[in-house]
């Protein structure tokens, strides 16, 4: 039985996110309507995580979340962007947390439709 996943595909042309008419091939190859796509760099392909937030919030590779963690006995909030690690076959937040471990997420945005707030969390980040 073939498995269905997920994804979504940022169009930089409309700067919009869609998957109407996409598909992706077994080596991950991206059709519209099933026709190869002949300039590929112009979409960004994010799959799925499989995990939504506490608001029911779709959650995918290259999202900016918040989540709680517990620190010494303390509960503090945290911004992370999730990743997807080959390695370990699991989505992570970039500073190495396994998602399916966090609580309390809340998706914030991501790089495409907010990047005023990606550019500030980088910011924050260094």
């Given at each position: 039985m ?5 994804f979504?595909v940022?169009?930089r ?8 008419g996409?598909?992706?091939t077994q080596?991950g190859k ?11 760099k112009e979409?960004?392909?994010n799959?799925?995580?499989?995990l939504?937030?506490k608001?029911?919030k779709d ?6 979340i918040?989540h709680?963690i ?12 999730i ?14 947390l396994?998602?399916?471990q966090?609580f ?11 990047p005023?707030l990606?550019?500030l969390?980088?910011k924050?980040?260094?």
């Open positions: 073939p498995y269905n996943f997920k979504r940022w169009d042309g409309s700067k919009e996110f869609s998957n109407k996409f598909s992706l080596d991206l059709l519209k309507f099933g026709q190869p796509i002949s300039n590929e979409y960004t392909i799959i799925f995580t499989g939504k937030d608001y029911d959650l995918f590779e290259e999202d900016i918040e709680t517990a620190k010494g006995g303390n509960l503090s909030q945290e911004t992370g962007i990743r997807y690690n080959n390695d370990q076959g699991a989505f992570f937040l970039e500073n190495g396994p998602l399916h966090l309390s997420i809340r998706k914030v945005g991501n790089p495409y439709e907010n005023i990606y550019d969390y980088l924050n980040k260094s």
